[in-house]
C-alpha cells in the first residue's frame, strides 16, 4: 500500500507495522515503516532578518499575512505604541505571554519559510512570505498541505502598508520617539525600503 501523507491514511501504516509485530516479523514492520512512513529527522535552523529584509518583505506582501489574509501593522508601531501607553500595550523584552499584549502575537509581521529549511526548503526571498508570530509559531516545521493551509494571494490588499507611512509621519513630528533604539531601527528600515520601492515603480 502506497501511502498519501495527506489523506489521513497513515494510521493504515501503523496498523500493517502491528500486524507484522503480531506475527513476529520485526524485519518487515521496520520495512513497511521505512517504505511507507519513513523517519526523516527536521533540521533546527534558526534564521534572522535585518529590519531592512523585513520590510522589503512586509511591503511586498502588503503588510498581509500570507495564510490567513489578516492584515498586520508595522512593528515599529507596536513597539511605540507600548512606549507611549505602557499599561494598555505592555511588551516584554523576551516575549512573556503573561507580560505582553496578544497584539504582539496577532499583528505583528514576521517572516516564514513557506517550505521550512528544516524540510528541505531554501533560505531565499522567493521562499519567504509575511505571516503573524502566531500563525508563524503555529506552523513550525510543517508543509502547508500537512496543516490544510493555502498561501493567499499578495495582491489582496495592496493599498494597506501596516500604518507604516502613518507612523513615520508622526515620528517626523516627534523627533524624540526616534531616540528609542527599536524605534530607530525600525524607522530607518521603513524609509530605506519606501525609498527602493520608489526607485522600482
Known sequence: MKVD?????????????????????KHKAAEIARK?????????????????QSMRVFLRDSFTDR????????????????????????????????????????????????IPVARGGEDVEDNWVT?????????????????????????????W???TRMTLDYLDKNLERQSIPYLKRWYRAAKRSMESELETV
Open 161 to 163: 502598508d501596516g500604518l
Open 67 to 114: 495564510y490567513s489574509g489578516q492584515r498586520l501593522i508595522f512593528p515599529g508601531l507596536l513597539r511605540m505604541l507600548s512606549v507611549i501607553l505602557p499599561e494598555e500595550f505592555p511588551a516584554h523584552k523576551h516575549w512573556k505571554m503573561s507580560e505582553s499584549h496578544i497584539v504582539y502575537w496577532e499583528l505583528f509581521p514576521t517572516i516564514d519559510h513557506i
Open 36 to 52: 511507507e512512513y519513513c523517519f526523516s529527522p527536521y533540521q533546527s535552523v534558526r534564521r534572522r532578518y535585518s529590519e531592512y
Open 5 to 25: 501523507k495527506y489523506k489521513d491514511k497513515q494510521a493504515d501504516v501503523i496498523a500493517d507495522v502491528l500486524s507484522a509485530l503480531i506475527t513476529d516479523d
Open 131 to 159: 505571516t503573524s508570530m502566531l500563525r508563524n509559531q503555529a506552523k513550525g516545521h510543517w508543509l502547508l498541505e500537512e496543516l490544510g493551509w493555502s498561501l493567499k494571494d499578495r495582491t489582496q490588499q495592496k493599498e
